[in-house]
C-alpha cells in the first residue's frame, strides 16, 4: 500500500509465490490493507488488475472492489 494521495491509498502490485497460492493469503491480505486504508486515511482505496487474470479480478470483488475502468500501458522506441 502507498501514502494516500488527495485522500486516495493504492494497493499494489500483490503477488503471491506459485507454491503458496490458493490458501487466501493474497485476498486476506488486500481486504486488510484497504480495510486500514479507509479507517485511518483515505476517503478511496484503488488498485490496477490484469483483466486477464480472472482469479484475482474474481478476489478483488468479493472483498468489494468494482471495476471502473480499462487502461493500456504502451510504450514507443525510436528505431535503431
Known amino acids: 500500500m502507498r501514502l494516500p494521495v488527495a485522500g486516495v491509498s493504492r494497493i499494489g502490485p500483490v ?3 506459485t507454491t503458496h497460492r490458493g ?3 493474497g485476498s486476506a491480505v488486500t481486504a486488510a490493507a ?3 486504508a479507509r479507517e485511518h486515511s483515505s476517503d478511496d482505496v484503488v ?3 490484469d483483466l486477464a ?5 474474481t478476489i478483488y ?3 468489494g472492489f468494482q471495476p471502473i475502468s480499462d487502461y493500456a500501458h504502451i ?3 525510436m528505431p535503431a
Do not use: E, H, K, R
Request: charged residues 5%; glycine residues 8%.
Open 15 to 17: 503477488y503471491t509465490p
Open 23 to 25: 490458501n487466501g493469503y
Open 34 to 36: 484497504a480495510l486500514w
Open 47 to 49: 488498485l490496477f488488475a
Open 53 to 57: 487474470n480472472p482469479t484475482s479480478n
Open 61 to 63: 470483488q468479493g472483498i
Open 75 to 77: 510504450d514507443f522506441t
